[in-house]
């Protein structure tokens, strides 16, 4: 049975050495927020990840959530997790306090995010789709809205979904339908929607949707489309749920993981209309439905090193204890634990180090989200959001190919055993595979990478971060520390392939913009790399100086060892995105359809 | 509902261009081994893939072999199935013709059962093991034994299967246990075998095993391992089935994929022994299957090439139908089917120039195998021995990771969509996900290539194949197509990459075994891409030739343009993986096992 224990070691290392949580509490509303405060947060966390949600990941995945006359039923033991993840306050955690939040920070909110997901990623999509609903709604909710939905959202008493993709409409919002007709001061929707995550289910007494649709009057294409509050159940004047409104799920998918997850076709409006609130600015719907976006984008990023740290724990339990064959240095010396041998670590630390990478990529961000959201200074305010959004999709698609690919490699660590349902190594994989897609797939977020974020300001906070990638190279290469050279060398090198690619791909914008698109991929892989390579090495700096100070030794040799690897073994990739980069969309873009 | 199209333009491009088919004709007993009779059996093969197989697959996957009091029961359709794939000759394509076998050449047969594994993979299993234990049978059986259940095994009138694994003897053979106990001319067996292909099933009316066991008086570890013949049914006089024989599947696997090949827990002997017919030497049975096994590994590869042309075909299609999304050039337009899109021309183009580049490689390596088997000269058989036993290893490494990559890619073209069950793009991953892991992980591979067949010949076999990969680079460099120059550039580039990097392997192996190891996969996979370079230079020069000459201009064409696009954006791979091979260890083999 496969136990799941957060890595808290080397979150709080993340936290307090690369992401600065220290520097966080002088932002105005996390003047509370100490070390020890974080700490107290990352342990309770660990907990309830480990006892409680853990244990039913397994179960879940073979059970599944039901559809029944009544509605979704969660698989068992999911209604009582989710009441006690509720009552634990873990739903509000960096909620607006004016409405019960905790207003913790997002570096906090992260790492619990990251522990959620590797415990059970089907149970915790309900409540990252209940932050995207809710963070719309503070947003651009009026205030009786929030008034009347926001506490219940934030207290889980409530939770909520994004209602966007129809049949005809996935990446492509314009195409949305569904019919949104004035009825006074409220709306009836009309239409249907599919892939909605969590649409229905048992597990509280209300569910609230946010949703996309047309009014009437709306026109054509994304500048009409308005953004709908529509609850499970209407409230009654008190705010309790009352009246059934009419959106109800009407079949559930049958997919490849996340089986617990109800993945809902959802039905608006089969009788008299599916009563809704207008959210924000008519036909502003998409707008405001960015806002959410993009910190669901940061999530699902984080799902894709939540699924790689769990894999990376089952097979290094798996690799510990499954004795089998000889090392090749001692051909008469007895069998050993598949640990020892030398491609079964090569494996471990490719999970290893790419996770630790990826780990202090997303929480760095989380603080630059925080310092977006809170820093009183008008142009660092701007300075870091032009970071996140710059780093939001290359987050959210690196994180989850890596959470694939690593998941896989978790499966080949246990050999036949990895393909046997039982093992659990391939849930990891099945439940990982959806992060490449949804919330935007690869290639949606690296068009929006090159398409939107390079060509908005011609590549100035790309720039920004190459430079800040140069000075962490430029202190490894001039380290003291032996071990930091090569480290520095790779760095320097890795940044000057991600200056040159960004160059072809600002010069492919303007000139070629079919060859920049076919590119896009590769271009936001090798930078998830490289600000991978960045983030390792600013943690090799600090492990050099805090090993050299005697502090927690074998911890900070270990962060060493894993960098160096990282540098070795993972940053050449980066080679070889650049070579592909920059020849373009080598004559895909000229084939012929019956070419293909 | 997915179909399967066999693509034979480019099955009979690859044999007949690149594997030399009119010359094997050549060979001795394969003198009627026209191009007519080549088409003919394909087209007769593809018939059968398409209508008969394919339509099976999701069928199978859904519905799975089951465990019942009499034994497995195949999944519906696959006996009558299994009847049709029999009569029309299959099972013995390149079956010897003293016991009833087509003795048609492996090129011949590679390309049909890469159509069986397009279209059904958990069916293909069936034949693919039986051809393993017919051609042990064939070289290490007793004549008697060869008179009574080859012609069966040939015909397909029963199937066999490959018993190796025990719970504690996975990679590792020397830890077999089971039991054989000597009883007249006969032996008893007791003992348990685990992931046991098509174990048991009520296709036919016999299944033979092939069972790795030892005698009492066996000495410990691999020296000590002898090859048993142990039917399901004993034969009566007649040689027909008679006495059930005391050997049983006694559970089934739940597996992530191929579930409708049923892989069995067999237990041997639980009553008065399972009666077994000792197979070649007493001892030598892991010598013995280790000649099913180079078969075997040669066949699985070739499944990674096939579900990789599967998952292309249905990506194409859904690619073609799947209106999304306007282009980037043309804002205003029309929303156009996702093929037009640059990203998804990308993630097609990388599956299908890679599945060309398998497809060559494993069609060329078969034709080798023709060579070995039947070269009239001594040293002409020795130099494609050399070869084939060089890159078998490769050619099961690299195409099923590509095979699972390419799968994984399939469901990406799909989106939202294929992560849903019912669209059969998942199957294609769950299914080829097995094919890195049995018959040897890719690990095994790897160390099969460095420690056995590079130290083997000190790299002659390697040099060699470098020499002709030069060789072809050049041509390709001196072309008068100037669409050939930037290709031969690319593999003379890779070339020299393999040669540097076998150069430091090979001092690896004598100074740091465990560095070697290490590297080994990463060296095991860029040999991969390098001879797909190759195969896919020579594809392009044949075509620059056959276009200019006005031979079906289109094929051609595309066929340059997939060559350049594997030259532009695959083989950049090679660079990186030169420099991480160069690296070594990076420490992975000093670290402690707490440091993991």
Redesign the interface.
């Known amino acids: 049975m496969s136990t799941y224990i957060a890595p808290l070691r080397d979150m709080r290392f993340v936290m307090t050495e690369l992401a600065d949580l220290d520097a966080l509490s002088s932002l105005p509303g996390l003047d509370e927020v100490t070390p020890e405060l974080a700490d107290a947060v990352l342990e309770e966390a660990a907990k309830l990840a480990a006892e409680v949600l853990a244990p039913l990941n397994k179960t879940g995945d073979g059970q599944g959530a039901r559809l029944t006359q009544d509605g979704v039923v969660a698989a068992d033991g999911f209604a009582q997790a989710y009441r006690q993840f509720s009552a634990g306050g873990w739903s509000g955690l960096s909620g607006d306090p004016a409405f019960g939040g905790q207003g913790l920070p997002e570096l906090l909110h992260a790492a619990t995010v990251e522990m959620w997901n590797s415990a059970n990623m089907a149970f915790a999509l309900c409540p990252l789709l209940t932050a995207g609903a809710t963070e719309a709604l503070r947003q651009h909710g009026s205030e009786d809205l929030k008034q009347r939905y926001l506490p219940q959202l934030i207290s889980g008493a409530w939770t909520g979904t994004m209602n966007l993709?129809e049949p005809?409409a996935?990446?492509?919002l314009a195409?949305v339908r569904t019919k949104a007709v004035p009825d006074g001061n409220q709306y009836r929707l009309y239409g249907q929607k599919?892939?909605i995550t969590w649409g229905d289910h048992d597990m509280t007494d209300n569910v609230i949707h946010l949703v996309l649709a047309r009014t009437p009057d709306a026109p054509e294409g994304v500048r009409g489309i308005s953004l709908f509050l529509v609850p499970k159940f209407l409230l009654n004047a008190d705010d309790s749920p009352g009246q059934r409104n009419d959106v109800h799920c009407v079949s559930l998918?049958?997919?490849?993981?996340i089986h617990a997850s109800p993945t809902c076709v959802m039905s608006f409006g089969d009788k008299d209309g599916a009563i809704g609130y207008l959210v924000g600015e008519k036909n502003k719907g998409l707008a405001h439905m960015f806002t959410m976006m993009n910190e669901a984008r940061q999530k699902v990023g984080i799902q894709g090193l939540a699924m790689a740290e769990r894999a990376y724990q089952q097979a290094?339990e798996y690799?510990?204890e499954r004795?089998?064959?000889?090392?090749?240095?001692s051909r008469s010396g007895q069998?050993v634990?598949i640990?020892h041998?030398?491609?079964?670590?090569?494996?471990?630390?490719t999970m290893?180090s790419q996770i630790e990478a990826m780990r202090a990529f997303a929480y760095v961000m989380a603080a630059d989200m925080d310092r977006t959201h809170r820093h009183p200074d008008d142009s660092e305010r701007a300075r870091h959001q032009a970071r996140v959004d710059l780093l939001i999709p290359v987050l959210k698609g690196w994180c989850t190919e890596l959470g694939?690919e690593i998941a896989?490699l978790g499966?080949?660590v246990h050999?036949?055993m990895?393909?046997?349902?039982?093992t659990g190594a391939?849930q990891f994989?099945?439940d990982a595979?959806?992060a490449?897609?949804?919330e935007g797939?690869?290639?949606i977020q690296?068009?929006d990478l090159v398409?939107r974020k390079l060509a908005s300001d011609g590549g100035a906070a790309m720039s920004a971060l190459v430079a800040e990638m140069r000075s962490v190279a430029l202190e490894a290469g001039q380290s003291t520390d032996a071990r930091l050279a090569p480290i520095g060398t790779a760095v320097a090198a890795s940044a000057q392939a991600l200056e040159d690619a960004t160059k072809w791909m600002l010069s492919a914008l303007s000139t070629d913009?079919?060859?920049a698109?076919?590119?896009?991929?590769d271009y936001l892989m090798m930078t998830g790399y490289v600000c991978g390579g960045w983030q390792m090495a600013r943690a090799a700096l600090v492990a050099s100086k805090k090993e050299a100070a005697g502090e927690d030794q074998?911890f900070h040799?270990?962060k060493l060892?894993t960098v160096?690897?990282y540098a070795?073994?993972i940053l050449?990739?980066?080679?070889?995105?650049q070579?592909?980069i920059l020849?373009g969309?080598?004559?895909?873009?000229?084939?012929s359809?019956?070419?293909?």
Chains 1, 2 share one sequence.
């Open positions: 993709t005809q996935g990446s492509d195409a599919i892939f998918e049958h997919k490849l993981g290094r690799a510990n004795v089998q064959g000889r090392l090749a240095a069998a634990a640990i041998h030398p491609d079964v670590r090569r494996m471990l630390l290893k694939v896989s499966v080949q050999g036949g990895g393909y046997i349902e039982e391939c994989l099945r595979r959806i490449t897609i949804y797939t690869t290639g690296a068009a398409g913009i079919d060859g698109l076919a590119s896009s991929v074998e040799r270990t060892a160096r690897f070795d073994k050449p990739k980066v080679q070889a995105l070579t592909a020849r969309a080598s004559g895909a873009v000229d084939m359809i019956e070419q293909f």
